[in-house]
C-alpha cells in the first residue's frame, strides 16, 4: 500500500490498537500526536475511540543521567533513511553494525532471523517516531526516545561519568521473523513525516547454528567440580549467545565420566596411572583419551563417521559443533588439569568462562592469535559494540574497570576514549572480561566478521531437506539443500549414548569401550557389514531388535588401534554391543540405560518466543547470590538482579500483552509483607501468586529478605563520623531527616487516621524501645510490627540498647567480628589458608597489618591469591570494608 494512502476504515482501529498497545508496554503515554503519527493520516476517529477507552498513562520520565557522555556522539550521521524525516537507521543483535556496507567497516553483517534493535538518529528534532515494514502500517511499533530502552553495561562501582552507546538515537527492538532480506522500513514523527529505509539498503547473512557439547573428563581421577556450560547451560548459553553472529545456540551436555582403566590406542593399559609426564599442555591421556577418543568421537559420531585411525583428530565439520571438556589426569608426575587449548571442533579448559573460554572457543571459528595484528586486535572507536539483547544492556568495548591507558598491541597505540575509558583487547589479543554484566570477552568486530565468514560457509543440520543440511546461499539469501559428504541423520537433536573406544581389526588387543551419555544428538541408519566372515563389524541387540554395523577391517594407522564412535537413541537402552573382529572373536559388553537423568539442552534464540523454554532453567535464589551474600537494600539488590536477568518491571493492567517470557518483575506481597521477585512464564500475564509458589504465568525466584538485612551493617556502621546521640547516628546512616515518635501511651498516640513519615523515615516505638525504617508511602503507628521483625509497611531497625553498642560504644575487634558475622548469616569468616577452590562468594578477612585494620572481603574467582592490602578490590577479590 503506498505511504500516502490512508488504510481502509477497519485497518485504522487495528493500526490504532497496535500502536496504543506497543506504547503503553513500554510506559509512554498514549498522546493524539503519537498516535497519529503512528496510525497515519485518515485515522483520526480510530484515535478519539482508542483514547476514550485507554487508561491513563504517564510519560516516562527521561532515563539519560545528567553528564551522560554518548560513544558515538561526536559521529556525523551517515543518512540512510530519506523523505520528509531523515536520518540515520543502524542495527544491533550481538554486535553494533551498520545497515549495510560492513565489510567495508570491518564489522559483521546482520544475521537472518535473529532479533535485534534498530537504532534511529533523525536528522532533526522529532517529538515521537515509529517504525513499520513498509506496506504494514497495522504492525507499527514506537520507538522509545534517546535513553530509554538501554543503557551500558557500565558497572555501578565506576565514578566517572556515564558513558553510554548513543545519547541520540531512538531504538526498537525488532522480532526475528522481521529480520531477513527484503525487509523494508518506514519511520514515521508524530508531525506526520515519514522516511525510508529499503531492502536494498539492509544486508543480511546467514542464519548460522551453534552446538555446544560439554563434559568432564577424570582419567585414572575423579572429573573436576566446575563446568559452567554444563552446571548451568541457560546462564552461560545466554551470555555466550549475544557475542557470536548464530542465529541459534544449542547447549548440550553429556554426564561427566571417569575412566578407570584407560586402554591407550597402541594397546597399552593404565590402571593407576600414566607414564607419561602431564601437564596443561602434555600427556598421552590429554591427546588420546581426552581429545582424539571422547572429544573427536563425540563429533564424528554426530557426523556419521564409524571409525577412524586411534590416535588421529580428525572431523569433517559438517555442522558447527564444539566439544568442550575439563580434563584432568593422573601421570607420572601426579594428578595433572589440562587446559588452554582450543581448535578442530574442541576445547580443553581449565575454566568455563573468562577470556580462556572466550579465546579458546575463537580458535574453534577460525581465529589465530592478534587477528588483524595490532591495528585490529585492539577495540578502538570504530569496532563497535556488544549487545545482550536478554539483559536489554550494550556491552562496552572497553575494560571498565581499567584506570585510563593506552591499549597496545604489537606496537599499535589505541589511546583511551575521551582521555577517560581505556579501550579492551579481542580475546584473541590477551582480552578480558569486562563491565556488570558478562563473564565472557567482546571480540572486535574485525575478528567477529570473520567469524561470521566461517560459521555462514557450514552447513546447517535441517531435518527438512533430503540432505539432511542446508547451506546459506549468499546469492539467493537463503538456506539451500546442501550434501556435506556424509550420510542424513534419521534422528536429530535426540538423548544418545555415544559409543566411543578403541577395537583392533587384527585382534591383537581387547576392545576399550567408553559409553557416553548426551541429551542432544544425530543418529544414523549405519551400513552393515558386506559379509560376516572375515570382516570386522559391531552388532547391536536390544528391545528394538538386532543390527550390524560395519567396522574397519584394517587399522587405519600402523602401530595403532581403530577408535569408533558411533551414536545409539538413549530410548533403544538398554542393548548388549558385541564387536566382532576379522578373526570372528567376540567381545560383548552391556550398554545400560544412563546411569542419571540429564535435562534437557538449552536452545537460545531461534523462533520469536524461544525464551519460554529457556525461563524454567534460570537460576532460581537458592543458585543465584549477590555479592556481597548480603545487601542493605532493595535497591542494590534490584541492581544486581538486572545484571544477571534484566531490568526488574512492575505489574500494569494496561501492559498486559505482548511481553517477551524471561522478564523479571517485582511485587510486594501485601499477604506477607516480603518483596518478591518473578519470571514472565509467557507473552501475557495476570496476578502474581501470593504463596511463594509459580503458577501459570510467573516462575517464582524468591524474595528479598533472603539477601536484604535492613538492620545497620556493622561495617557501615562503625566506619560513619560519631554523632552525639544515636537518633543522630541512625539519621546519618540511613539518610533521612525525618524521625516519627510512637508515644508509650495509647492515649497519647495519633489517631489511626493520622498519617505520618515517609518512604525512608525512622520511627521509633517507645514502648518497645525498637526502631523501623518506613517501606510505604503513608503509614501510623498502629501499623508498627509487634515483635521484632518486618511487616508490609515496615522494616526492622534494632533494639535500642543493642543500637547504642553499634554507633555509639567502644567495640574491640573480636565482638566486631562477630556482629559481623551475623550480619552477614555465616558462623565464622574464613581465613586466607582456606581460599582453595573454584568456589566464589565465600567471605574472609584478613588482619592486614600493613593498615593496622580487620579487612574483609568475598572471593569473586575461583583461585584468587593474595588479598589487597591498599583497601581496594582486585585480584579476585571485592572488598567489603575494614574495622580498624
Keep these: 500500500m503506498p505511504l500516502d494512502e490512508p488504510p481502509a476504515a477497519d485497518e485504522h482501529d487495528r493500526a490504532v490498537g497496535a500502536a496504543l498497545a506497543d506504547l503503553q508496554r ?16 485518515g485515522s483520526e476517529a480510530a ?19 545528567p553528564g551522560t557522555i554518548g560513544f558515538t556522539d561526536g559521529r556525523a550521521l551517515t543518512i540512510n533513511v530519506t523523505g520528509a524525516l531523515r536520518g540515520e537507521a543502524s542495527f544491533v543483535q550481538h554486535h553494533t553494525v ?33 517504525v513499520f515494514r513498509t506496506g504494514h502500517p497495522d504492525q507499527m511499533i514506537a520507538l522509545v526516545p534517546p535513553g530509554g530502552l538501554v543503557t551500558s553495561d557500565q558497572p555501578a562501582t565506576d ?26 522500513l518506514t519511520f514515521r514523527s508524530d508531525d506526520g513525516r515519514t522516511g525510508n529505509l529499503p531492502a536494498s539498503g539492509i544486508d543480511f547473512d546467514a542464519p548460522a547454528e551453534l552446538v555446544l557439547q560439554n563434559i568432564r573428563i577424570g582419567m585414572l581421577t575423579d572429573y573436576g567440580d566446575h563446568h559452567w556450560f554444563e552446571q548451568d547451560p541457560a546462564m552461560a548459553g545466554l551470555d555466550y549467545f549475544q557475542k557470536i553472529p548464530v542465529r541459534r545456540l544449542i547447549v548440550a551436555a553429556y554426564l561427566p565420566v571417569r575412566l578407570q582403566p584407560i586402554r591407550m590406542p597402541d594397546g597399552r593399559l593404565y590402571t593407576t596411572a600414566s607414564t607419561d609426564q602431564g601437564g596443561v599442555y602434555d600427556g598421552d591421556m590429554r591427546e588420546n583419551i581426552g581429545k582424539a577418543m571422547i572429544s573427536i568421537g563425540i563429533n564424528n559420531a554426530n557426523f556419521g563417521i564409524v571409525d577412524t585411525a586411534g590416535a588421529e583428530q580428525v572431523q569433517p565439520q559438517y555442522y558447527r559443533q564444539v566439544v568442550v571438556h575439563t580434563n584432568v589426569g593422573v601421570y607420572a608426575n601426579g594428578v595433572q588439569v589440562h587446559g588452554l587449548s582450543g581448535g578442530n571442533g574442541m576445547a580443553t579448559l581449565i575454566s568455563t568462562d573468562g577470556n580462556e573460554f572466550s579465546h579458546e572457543l575463537g580458535h574453534n571459528h577460525g581465529l589465530g592469535h592478534y587477528p588483524g595484528g595490532g591495528q ?33 598491541i604489537e606496537g599499535v597505540t589505541t589511546p583511551p576514549f575521551a582521555g577517560s575509558y581505556t579501550f579492551n583487547a579481542d580475546p584473541m589479543a590477551g582480552g578480558r572480561p569486562s563491565g556488570a554484566i558478562t563473564r565472557l570477552t567482546l571480540h572486535t568486530g574485525y575478528s567477529i566478521r570473520r567469524v561470521q565468514q566461517a560459521f555462514a560457509a557450514t552447513p546447517v543440520p535441517d531435518p527438512s531437506s533430503a540432505t539432511g543440511y542446508r547451506k546459506w546461499n549468499p546469492a539467493s539469501h537463503s538456506m539451500e539443500p546442501f550434501a556435506p559428504g556424509g550420510p542424513k541423520p534419521v534422528h536429530s537433536g535426540v538423548p544418545v549414548v555415544t559409543l566411543v573406544g578403541f577395537f583392533d581389526p587384527d585382534a591383537r588387543f581387547d576392545t576399550f569401550l567408553c559409553p557416553l551419555y548426551g541429551n542432544y544428538g544425530q543418529v544414523f541408519d549405519l551400513p552393515p ?26 587399522r587405519h594407522a600402523a602401530g595403532q588401534m581403530n577408535k569408533f564412535h558411533i551414536n545409539l537413541r538413549q530410548s533403544d537402552l538398554p542393548v548388549t554391543a558385541t564387536f566382532v573382529d576379522r578373526t570372528g572373536r567376540r567381545q560383548s559388553f552391556t550398554v545400560p540405560v544412563s546411569p542419571a537423568a540429564l535435562p534437557d539442552p538449552v536452545v537460545i534464540g531461534g523462533d520469536d518466543g524461544w525464551e ?67 519470571l514472565l512464564k509467557a507473552d501475557t500475564y495476570w496476578y502474581f501468586p501470593t504463596e511463594s509458589t509459580d503458577n501459570q504465568w510467573w516462575r517464582y525466584l524468591g524474595d528479598a529478605n533472603a539477601f536484604v538485612d535492613h538492620r545497620p551493617n556493622p561495617l557501615r556502621a562503625r566506619a560513619q563520623p560519631g554523632s552525639a546521640t544515636l537518633d543522630a547516628a541512625l539519621k546519618t546512616y540511613y539518610g533521612t531527616t525525618q524521625l516519627v515518635t510512637c508515644p508509650t501511651s495509647r492515649a497519647e498516640a495519633p489517631s489511626p487516621a493520622v498519617r505520618a513519615g515517609a518512604v525512608g523515615a525512622l520511627w521509633y516505638a517507645a514502648a518497645s524501645r525498637r526502631y523501623f525504617l518506613q517501606r510505604v508511602a503513608s503509614a501510623g503507628c498502629g501499623d508498627l510490627p509487634g ?5 508490609a509497611a515496615f522494616w526492622y531497625v534494632g533494639e535500642a540498647d543493642d543500637l547504642t553498642a553499634l554507633f555509639m560504644r567502644p567495640m574491640t575487634r573480636s565482638e566486631a567480628d562477630r556482629r559481623q558475622a551475623a550480619w552477614y548469616r555465616v558462623d565464622r569468616f574464613l581465613e586466607w589458608g582456606e581460599r582453595g577452590g573454584d568456589t566464589v562468594g565465600r567471605l574472609f578477612h584478613y588482619d592486614n597489618t600493613y593498615r593496622n585494620t580487620l579487612d574483609y572481603f568475598v572471593q569473586q574467582e575461583g583461585g584468587a591469591y593474595y588479598f589487597p592490602t591498599d583497601h581496594t578490590s582486585g585480584g579476585g577479590w571485592l572488598y567489603l570494608g575494614s574495622f580498624r
Design 787 to 791: 515483635t521484632a521483625t518486618d511487616n
Design 98 to 130: 551498520a545497515a549495510r556496507g560492513n565489510a567495508g567497516l570491518e564489522l559483521p553483517t546482520l544475521v537472518t532471523g535473529r532479533a535485534g534493535l534498530v537504532l534511529f538518529t533523525p536528522e532533526q528534532t522529532v517529538g515521537a517516531v515509529g
Design 376 to 408: 585490529w586486535s585492539a577495540q578502538n572507536p570504530a569496532s563497535g559494540w556488544g549487545y545482550d539483547d536478554w539483559r536489554s544492556r550494550f556491552i562496552g568495548n572497553l575494560w571498565w574497570e581499567a584506570a585510563p591507558q593506552d591499549t597496545v
Design 159 to 184: 565514578s566517572r561519568a556515564p558513558l553510554d552507546y548513543t545519547t541520540r538515537a531512538w531504538s526498537a527492538r525488532l522480532p526475528a521473523a522481521w529480520m531477513a532480506s527484503g525487509l523494508d
Design 47 to 65: 484515535i478519539a475511540r482508542a483514547l476514550a477507552a485507554a487508561p491513563a498513562s504517564a510519560a516516562p520520565e527521561a532515563r539519560i543521567a
Design 612 to 678: 519460554t523454554a529457556v525461563v524454567p532453567r534460570l537460576p532460581d535464589f537458592t543458585r543465584w547470590a549477590p555479592e556481597p551474600p548480603v545487601l542493605d537494600s532493595e535497591q542494590e539488590l534490584e541492581r544486581q538482579l538486572a545484571d544477571t536477568y534484566g531490568p526488574v518491571h512492575a505489574w500494569r493492567s494496561d501492559a498486559r500483552s505482548g511481553r517477551r517470557p524471561g522478564e523479571l518483575y517485582g511485587y510486594d506481597n501485601p499477604y506477607n509483607g516480603r518483596r518478591q521477585y518473578f
Design 26 to 41: 513500554k510506559g509512554l503515554a498514549p498522546d493524539h500526536a503519537i498516535l497519529r503519527a503512528l496510525a497515519g493520516p
Design 529 to 554: 557389514p558386506a559379509s560376516t566372515s572375515g570382516t570386522a563389524w559391531l552388532e547391536i541387540s536390544g528391545p528394538a531388535g538386532t543390527r550390524r554395523i560395519a567396522l574397519g577391517n584394517a
